[in-house]
């Protein structure tokens, strides 16, 4: 038996391109229709432009372009003869049941009334105005129109209709990040509107439309609210919560979600405290001694203190008593969300603190040889994944290569490039190959995620590895939220992250029931 929820959906050039801008001719997109585009891409539902003959040369050129950037076909309406269209569609894209969605604006619907048979019409109203008998992004059992006022209701419209095809079976999952980092996501597969095979349905949240309305239609929030900080007010207390300031679209986003206590949200605003802040993650950290057994490696934090000064005269006995020996590597004290959380810097002389160019408050951390080998670990859910990168060259690298410059500290943005060696100044380091084949211990390791799971109560969550050369220690140096896990094969990480969200959702409901 088919599915009965959307198979396809086909966009009018009435609905997606505006008239020619008046005072230089060019052709324009409507409001929307680039959004509207970017989720259809990878939504696993086949997508197509129409438009009638004698559309304007200009206006085919540019849904031509449309075409071939975001993979959609496109083909001829032809209101005297609708049924060859028809055919044409049924022949691209398959005729096994489910609904084509078609698109378009109000200001010619002829042709598309002789659709409604076999075709769900889907008017975008030119002027917003409501309809009697029709509500935003919906319709009735007997109607084969609806309506719609912006285009960024359509996907809502969507996860509708595939929602009720899935009965009881289907979860909605709304998602909200920054454009580019769900760019990243979707285009490996893991937003489609469309079901996935644990029945999850993917829909994009957007603050250009009423928050409260989307959620009415979701059953889980999965989010990178991160992406929305405006500032960070640190707290002075390791048991109070930073006082994070988010955009006025995340506010109300969280405002929303309090009356949706039946909302599963992965993961709660509140659990992602400690990720924002360095210094709460590393006392954090220091838990993981208790993970700690005779005969094997020791899984711990870097050693490290908070500044709130550079110039402050007892920071060269704070470092002492801290055993913190030159060279040490310097971070903001906030990890994400503002525009210098990634401003580092690597110090080779205790001296050179002063005036330093990090924002304070700032972490002065251990650096650690590690052979320029980082383990990348990913946890979803229950599964956990890693991946190797080359990092930073072992200190007396990072000395040869800064004597040069007088030992001056070495700035960079983690974000953008880290300081690297060629292999052929690597001498004083081990392979990388052969310091990922026997330093490092994964059961150790699964065993601190699982504890670094529970203890932050995140679902879906990154830390960065190194194996401390002599010793073994395997140092956990970073942890962040919702990490693209790009590294890991699409074919692993992707099915593992539906099963992630789907598993959170059932504990959720099965807590609330007892």
């Not at 599963?264 to 924002?276: K, M, R, S």
Request: proline share 5%.
């Amino acid at each position: 038996m088919g599915f009965d929820g959307v198979r396809g959906v086909l966009l009018d050039s009435s609905a997606v391109v505006s008239a020619a801008d008046t005072q230089n001719d060019d052709v324009l997109l409507a409001p929307g229709a680039d959004y509207l585009f970017r989720k259809l891409r990878y939504s696993n539902i086949p997508t197509g432009i129409t438009y009638a003959l004698g559309l304007s040369t200009p206006k085919v050129k540019l849904l031509e372009t449309i075409s071939k950037q975001f993979s959609f076909d496109i083909f001829i309406l032809n209101s005297s003869s609708i049924e060859v269209t028809e055919k044409e569609v049924a022949r691209a894209w398959g005729d096994y049941g489910g609904r084509i969605l078609h698109v378009a604006s109000d200001i010619n619907t002829e042709p598309f009334v002789k659709l409604s048979n076999s075709w769900l019409c889907i008017i975008l109203r030119s002027h917003g105005e409501e309809l009697a008998g029709h509500t935003d992004g919906g319709t009735s059992e007997e109607s084969s129109v609806l309506y719609i006022d912006k285009l960024e209701q359509l996907p809502m419209t969507i996860c509708s209709f595939n929602r009720k095809a899935m009965g009881k079976d289907g979860l909605v999952v709304g998602y909200v990040m920054k454009p580019s980092r769900e760019d990243d996501f979707a285009k490996r597969g893991a937003f489609p509107l469309s079901p996935t095979g644990n029945g999850l349905i993917f829909m994009p949240l957007t603050f250009e439309l009423p928050i409260s309305k989307q959620l009415q239609q979701v059953d889980v929030i999965i989010h990178k609210a991160t992406d929305e900080i405006i500032s960070v007010e640190l707290s002075s207390s390791l048991e109070i919560s930073n006082n994070i300031i988010y955009s006025k679209g995340m506010l109300e986003l969280q405002r929303c979600l309090e009356e949706r206590s039946d909302c599963c949200v992965i993961d709660p605003f509140g659990n992602i405290d400690p990720v924002v802040d360095r210094f709460k993650i590393q006392n954090l950290l220091l838990g993981l001694e208790k993970l700690n057994t005779e005969g094997r490696y020791k899984v711990r934090a870097p050693r490290c203190i908070k500044v709130e000064n550079f110039d402050v005269p007892d920071l060269r006995q704070r470092l002492l008593e801290a055993a913190l020996s030159p060279p040490s590597i310097v971070k903001a004290q906030v990890a994400c969300g503002v525009s210098d959380a990634h401003s580092m810097a690597i110090v080779y002389k205790v001296d050179d603190y002063k005036g330093l160019n990090v924002p304070v408050p700032a972490i002065v951390q251990e650096y650690v040889n590690h052979s320029s080998t980082l383990f990348k670990f990913y946890v979803l859910g229950e599964k956990i994944f890693h991946t190797v990168k080359k990092s930073t060259p072992n200190a007396d690298i990072l000395i040869k290569l800064s004597e040069q410059t007088g030992l001056e500290p070495l700035l960079f943005d983690s974000l953008k490039s880290l300081p690297t060696a060629q292999n052929e100044q690597q001498s004083g380091d081990a392979s990388y190959q052969e310091a990922e084949k026997h330093q490092m211990d994964l059961d150790l390791v699964t065993v601190a995620a699982k504890w670094l799971s529970e203890m932050l109560n995140l679902t879906i969550f990154g830390f960065d590895v190194v194996v401390q050369d002599g010793t073994g220690d395997h140092v956990i140096v970073d942890v962040n939220y919702l990490p693209s896990f790009k590294e890991v094969p699409d074919d692993k990480a992707i099915p593992a992250f539906w099963e992630a969200i789907k598993k959170k959702y059932k504990l959720r409901q099965n807590a609330n029931q007892e």
